[in-house]
């Protein structure tokens, strides 16, 4: 597994930018599983290195609140490191934004972001799910081939729908370093596995 390393600064122990970092972990780990060294801002902007002197800069209409649920969009800005004068504005799901009608949405974001000619990860991965009843009958799903950043935002859509909107209570997932994602939910029984695997797996 290629993930890229965790950015490198003083602010690793801070209360402020763990929250920020492990709150914004649905948005940031898909972004390093692209090969892309990425970090959170205390005053809220994820930022990712695109390795050609770009970073993409990632928040909502305002800074990114300490809570992600309060989170209405978000807003996407390539701009140069050194002069974040020059910049490109890519997506904008805010309400007011060109792409409000698709929310909080990270698929469509990503989608936008795999557009970027820039050097990222040339792995293809697959989100899937296998759903189990009490009485052994199977169901499998799959999103097929995707880039490995959109793969992996799949799968924590996939992971915060089974627990928003099917009731599914969040038992188990595969520690960051020991692996592509794989989270197991259960409800009344029913046994839901969500994974990312190769596509040549």
């Known amino acids: ?4 390393a965790l950015p490198d600064h003083n602010n690793l122990t801070d209360p402020l930018w763990l929250k920020l970092f492990h709150g914004y972990r649905h948005v940031i780990t898909p972004l390093r599983h692209n090969g ?5 801002d205390l005053d809220g902007r994820i930022r990712a290195n695109l390795g050609d002197g770009t ?5 909502g209409a305002h ?6 649920s309060e989170v209405n969009g978000w807003t996407v800005v390539r701009q140069g490191i050194e002069n974040p004068d020059v910049h ?4 904008d799901s805010t309400p007011d934004g060109a792409q409000s009608h698709h929310g909080t949405s990270l698929i469509p ?3 936008r972001i795999d557009e970027l000619d820039v050097p990222k990860s040339t792995k293809r991965l ?8 009490p009485y052994g009958a199977n169901h499998n799903q799959s999103a097929g081939i995707e880039t490995p950043g959109t793969a992996v935002a799949r799968f924590f859509e996939w992971s915060r729908r089974m ?3 099917e009731g599914y209570r969040h038992v188990w997932q595969r520690p960051e370093p020991e692996g592509y994602p794989l989270a197991l939910f259960e409800r009344v029984g029913h046994i839901t596995t969500v994974r990312v695997t190769r596509s040549d797996d």
């Open 63 to 68: 800074e990114l609140p300490v809570d992600p």
């Open 109 to 111: 974001m990503f989608a």
């Open 36 to 40: 892309w060294t990425t970090d959170v």
């Open 88 to 91: 490109t504005a890519l997506y």
């Open 163 to 165: 627990v928003a909107e």
């Open 55 to 59: 970073e993409l800069v990632i928040a």
């Open 126 to 133: 697959i989100a899937s799910a296998t759903h189990t009843a």
């Open 1 to 4: 597994m290629t993930i890229a």
